[in-house]
């Protein structure tokens, strides 16, 4: 099963392709898609709230390369017995074969089938349609990927946007285009000399909150520009220093880190080169809240296998 938890996006900023510069909002995601994922849950009894939380972590809110070629919003692969349209990008293996929609809708109605028909997924359906927790920690043990992270992803996703009022009997749908449209081409811009092309990141969620892996050295003040966030905000949220420069690999929080880590994720051992930094922000927490949990100071050492608490 295709892992896109971490979606592959271009600066705005940048001078790309038409179709790279349309991009769609996750809350314009579900109003187009909460009725399809309503329908499929009273045919299938997969819930609302995982179809939709699963639609936007694999597809970045549709704007994946594989949702925008091949319709395909949940990075099903083709396995055995596919006989539809196929689509093949590298992913886990150089050229591997996903399948192809003619419509958005197919694939959700594809998404719901898979789930219902595969043995594996059986015991889900013996949860309570309105238990999101449960299903979402029901998918990552019946391997639907492999991400550890991926259930504290999908409840992250459905508390963040209320997606689970869906499932409940009589939910209300937003209002949402009734036939599926297609992003309309935005106007390529005129090149931008300050912008280096290489500069890009990837938008990933640490305990529930958006944040972006650089994959290049990133100027200050373009990252200000491509985020729309003041650099004091991010500066406060990443516990940065006026000086700290934005290098390939760090990872940048675009909200406040939380004070505990992720359901689940209770303890972290320390590793050659970890520090109380380090280890708060690979959690998405808090370096003052950290060390309160161990009753440890700034400077404490850290050795090698000791068990950090989380939560």
Same mark, same amino acid.
């Given at each position: 099963?295709?892992?896109?938890?971490?979606?592959?996006?271009?600066?705005?900023?940048?001078?790309?392709?038409?179709?790279?510069?349309?991009?769609?909002?996750?809350?314009?995601?579900?109003?187009?898609?909460?009725?399809?994922?309503?329908?499929?849950?009273?045919?299938?009894?997969?819930?609302?709230?995982?179809?939709?939380?699963?639609?936007?972590?694999?597809?970045?809110?549709?704007?994946?390369?594989?949702?925008?070629?091949?319709?395909?919003?949940?990075?099903?692969?083709?396995?055995?017995?596919?006989?539809?349209?196929?689509?093949?990008?590298?992913?886990?293996?150089?050229?591997?074969?996903?399948?192809?929609?003619?419509?958005?809708?197919?694939?959700?109605?594809?998404?719901?089938?898979?789930?219902?028909?595969?043995?594996?997924?059986?015991?889900?359906?013996?949860?309570?349609?309105?238990?999101?927790?449960?299903?979402?920690?029901?998918?990552?043990?019946?391997?639907?990927?492999?991400?550890?992270?991926?259930?504290?992803?999908?409840?992250?996703? $459905?508390?963040?946007?209320? *997606?689970? #009022?869906?499932?409940?009997? %009589? =939910?209300?749908? @937003?209002?949402?285009?009734? /036939?599926?449209?297609?992003?309309?081409?935005?106007?390529?811009?005129?090149?931008?000399?300050?912008?280096?092309?290489?500069?890009?990141?990837?938008?990933?969620?640490?305990?529930?909150?958006?944040?972006?892996?650089?994959?290049?050295?990133?100027?200050?003040?373009?990252?200000?520009?491509?985020?729309?966030?003041?650099?004091?905000?991010?500066?406060?949220?990443?516990?940065?220093?006026?000086?700290?420069?934005?290098?390939?690999?760090?990872?940048?929080?675009?909200?406040?880190?939380?004070?505990?880590?992720?359901?689940?994720?209770?303890?972290?051992?320390?590793?050659?080169?970890?520090?109380?930094?380090?280890?708060?922000?690979?959690?998405? $927490?808090?370096?003052?809240? *950290?060390? #309160?949990?161990?009753?440890? %100071? =700034?400077?404490? @050492?850290?050795?090698?296998? /000791?068990?950090?608490?989380?939560?």
């Amino acid at each position: 099963m295709r892992l896109p938890f971490l979606f592959f996006l271009l600066l705005s900023a940048l001078p790309l392709t038409a179709q790279d510069q349309e991009k769609q909002s996750t809350e314009s995601y579900i109003e187009q898609y909460a009725e399809a994922a309503i329908e499929n849950m009273k045919k299938s009894g997969v819930p609302a709230s995982i179809t939709l939380a699963q639609g936007i972590l694999e597809s970045g809110s549709g704007n994946s390369d594989l949702a925008r070629s091949a319709k395909n919003h949940f990075g099903i692969k083709c396995h055995a017995g596919w006989t539809g349209k196929t689509y093949h990008m590298d992913d886990d293996a150089p050229n591997e074969c996903f399948r192809s929609y003619d419509k958005v809708l197919d694939s959700y109605r594809d998404h719901a089938e898979f789930l219902r028909t595969r043995p594996r997924y059986a015991s889900l359906f013996e949860l309570p349609i309105t238990d999101y927790k449960a299903w979402a920690n029901g998918l990552k043990a019946a391997g639907y990927a492999t991400n550890p992270q991926y259930p504290e992803l999908l409840i992250g996703l $459905i508390e963040r946007y209320s *997606l689970h #009022k869906y499932d409940q009997p %009589g =939910a209300s749908i @937003p209002k949402a285009p009734k /036939t599926e449209t297609e992003l309309k081409p935005a106007a390529e811009p005129k090149p931008n000399p300050r912008v280096n092309k290489s500069q890009s990141y990837r938008l990933v969620y640490i305990n529930g909150l958006r944040a972006v892996e650089l994959l290049s050295d990133f100027d200050r003040a373009l990252f200000n520009q491509a985020f729309e966030l003041p650099e004091r905000k991010w500066m406060k949220y990443n516990e940065r220093g006026p000086n700290d420069a934005l290098k390939a690999g760090q990872i940048v929080f675009l909200e406040p880190l939380r004070n505990s880590a992720a359901l689940g994720t209770n303890e972290h051992a320390v590793q050659a080169g970890d520090t109380w930094h380090s280890i708060a922000h690979k959690y998405g $927490i808090k370096t003052k809240a *950290l060390l #309160k949990k161990n009753r440890a %100071g =700034a400077g404490s @050492p850290l050795e090698i296998g /000791t068990k950090i608490r989380l939560r």
